[in-house]
């Protein structure tokens, strides 16, 4: 059992500024106040523990129904707005959601047989009386996010308090915490990746810097300013920031202490940047099913453990599938409290862990000190700009369109990107590549796109006819 | 289930220090292999889970003791080295332990009719093979401490693996942590407010700057020169510190963070001369049955709050039993992770909680801000002629004036009041009960007044330093 975090740290730091967006800034009580308003709307229409779907850009008035909708002790699905309207469909049916709750810019990218309450018409809700509860229970799911596998259909992970809470404190216990923090969130609040930055922000009494999107000046001014201690950024962002500080010749202030990258590994090149201009990179490794980080790398290891994810966080345990030796490869296991206790919807009866065991997919290992390095991500996992892109999901799209007959996705590498997906096709009957991209363009959202198609005659497989995804690449 | 603190603190930072004692100093890596050792030697005489009493002096050699202890998971019976044999005999009895172990130095002050095993017998021991646990449950007895609380019978409370996690993780989130803490235990030990210190330090990775006795020339020396972040004083040491840092005209290194002042409220006036010196003072409400703090009165209030305990900590909760409404008195009752599941021996079957809540038989308020007033330890409560007068009122009253140094009240029992309050005064120079008299008159109601004032060389204090009250009436 925990206390209503919302209300207890509203309770303890009253008057500390929860939340800073433009030229606003909200206390943690005023935040709580406008998210019980929130709630006392919400009640009208859904009752306490009940699930909805959130789809809104980063906004103060998404973080206040997130915060209400948590008063109200509701599930909420957080959908990408990155998404093709098919796969938001998807979702939001698995999800069995009672409400969906969009910000009225985005609501012409949803189903359009979908009811909606958009954020405008909320606020011209009625409130009601209601009792918030003061305590939440451990396993009370907070979030659900959507993620794919090997099979390429998404499947619902809970994130529950005890997930988030236990996340938060083991990250305070490696990056350490003081009453000044503020992190700067320009990743999406509907990756945990955002969303993690709310829920420390409650546990630690920090301040969130919000921007609606990435944009590399703003960044650099507040991290020069000294109004921001730390940043969560993957690979392709963090290059822009550097460009960025190279260009004006300038320096972190003082005052900051931490870019946490996530979404696969940084380059050597641009830890060696980074340390140019005072930005103190700690690489990490987390997933959606860990509410954020497992491992994470200390800026002073950065260049000596190149390519390492780190070691686990205090509460968290990391070990290669079949072996206790140094540096033989094998399935990255993670066991901890962040771990997720499992689905919802088509995938709710299968078990997320074995004996208590996260098998992320993931392959890597482990150095004599421990240090965790990933070698090859899960089910051929394509990481493109920070988002997870999962190629049976491509391939998936593509088999479904009358003239393929076989599909085979992977990444190439990219400047920019990191890695973009590709497309092997084997046809039925002639057809070209721009249906092919206009069918995609109907399923998919926009990251998950091919950047080029290349018709084969057959697609490299095994004696069990199982695609080889890793020897695509070889078939340019 | 957690990790193997000590285990998982040498993997994740192994050559941190992780205590420092004397010129002296060992990593945690360094602990974990002479703790592990430990285990080894002690494994020849209790098995995993069993219980031990140990009684000793303030050392390292008592630190790696208890580490290889935890190694063993045994639950550890922590015997207060200024207790009377009497007193001894009936704690050891009562908790039933497989082993007393002591320092050869204190031996002579158990009862004889005990067997003891020194901690340099054990050093000869032979090493034997074992397989320590890698991880731990939440409920499992890390250590035991006798309290009397009202009754006057010491009961056995068990401190769990989670009661001191989330004591420490409450505090770090409360005070916050850096890599460079280094937290200065002049303490007991086998009080929480010394083993707690213990605890932080494998969590947060901090180093425990030991001391075998408080000094305060040494204290001050460690604060001025940087190379300690944190203390945990009681107020009488409070003042010694202060003193002393007066007469050398010192001030605390900027590095240096925190006094948390525990064992009860901190005269007025030692906290404005802390101010002049540098030294924020945080006060705290502890015990025995929260394994330390359960609120903390950050030292931006110290002055705007006086006599607070300030506000719960997040994961905790303060209400006083029978009103929710601010500035009314009542018992105050505790919630939390940090409250303890119970007792051990004769009390094994009484209920430490109701519903969860731990009445602590203290009186206090919330006022209007939720900030936490302990008005008196329940037990200390003078009543007379039907007006509540609570001991610490008085002392408080005493200790402003410039000769006295240290105050204690108690109630005497009188024919016509039933009881009326009497003053026992430490002086640091002359002054007449007259000057004191008149002094108390200008502050304090008519029925508060002390009767009578004794002056004496010292006070009865428990090894906390704590105050004893009802100990008092013996220097009559």
Chains 1, 2 share one sequence.
Not at 6 to 13: D, N, P, S, V
Not at 36 to 44: F, I, N, P, S
Not at 98 to 120: C, G, R, W, Y
Request: proline share 4%; hydrophobic share 40%.
């Amino acid at each position: 059992m925990q206390p209503n975090w919302i209300k207890q740290r509203a309770y303890l730091t009253p008057n500390r500024i929860g939340l800073r967006f433009g030229g606003e800034s909200w206390t943690f009580q005023q935040l709580h106040e406008e998210a019980l308003y929130k709630a006392r709307q919400l009640a009208k229409f859904v009752g306490r523990g009940e699930r909805v779907a959130i789809f809104a850009p980063s906004t103060p008035e998404l973080i206040k129904v997130i915060y209400g909708c948590m008063h109200l002790q509701l599930e909420m699905v957080l959908l990408n707005g990155r998404l093709s309207t098919e796969e938001l469909a998807y979702q939001i049916e698995d999800a069995q959601v009672a409400m969906v709750l969009a910000a009225a810019s985005d609501v012409h990218k949803l189903p359009q047989n979908i009811e909606v309450m958009t954020f405008e018409q909320l606020i011209e809700t009625e409130a009601i009386e209601i009792n918030i509860a003061t305590e939440w229970q451990d396993n009370q799911t907070i979030s659900i996010m959507y993620t794919s596998g090997t099979t390429g259909f998404p499947k619902g992970v809970r994130q529950t308090v005890q997930n988030h809470s236990m996340s938060a404190i083991s990250s305070a216990l490696n990056l350490g915490i003081t009453e000044q923090d503020v992190w700067l969130c320009t990743v999406p609040i509907f990756h945990i990746s955002g969303f993690s930055i709310l829920m420390r922000s409650l546990l630690y009494g920090a301040t969130v810097c919000l921007y609606e999107k990435f944009d590399e000046q703003a960044c650099v001014q507040e991290i020069v300013a000294g109004r921001v201690t730390t940043i969560s950024l993957v690979s392709v962002m963090l290059e822009r920031v550097l460009s960025e500080m190279e260009r004006l010749q300038v320096q972190a202030h003082p005052n900051f202490k931490t870019v946490l990258a996530g979404g696969g590994s940084i380059p050597v090149d641009y830890l060696q940047r980074a340390a140019k201009v005072q930005l103190p990179v700690v690489q990490t490794y987390g997933m959606t099913e860990t509410s954020s980080q497992t491992a994470t790398l200390a800026s002073i290891d950065a260049l000596r453990k190149i390519g390492s994810a780190g070691k686990p966080l205090f509460f968290n345990e990391v070990r290669i599938q079949g072996t206790d030796e140094p540096f033989v490869e094998g399935e990255i296991c993670i066991r901890g409290p962040h771990v997720t206790p499992g689905y919802i919807g088509r995938f709710a009866e299968r078990a997320s862990t074995e004996n208590g065991w996260l098998l992320t997919g993931d392959i890597g290992y482990l150095d004599d000190e421990g240090y965790l390095y990933v070698v090859d991500r899960r089910a051929d996992l394509i990481i493109s700009g920070g988002e997870n892109v999962y190629p049976a999901e491509i391939e998936n799209a593509l088999l479904a369109h009358p003239s393929v007959l076989e599909a085979g996705v992977c990444g190439l590498m990219d400047d920019k990107w990191g890695q973009v997906p590709i497309a092997f096709v084997v046809l039925k009957q002639a057809v070209t590549e721009a249906e092919l991209q206009a069918f995609c363009h109907q399923r998919l959202a926009r990251y998950k796109l091919p950047k080029q198609f290349y018709f084969v005659d057959s697609l490299p497989r095994n004696g069990a006819n199982k695609l080889l995804r890793r020897k695509l690449i070889e078939l340019l």
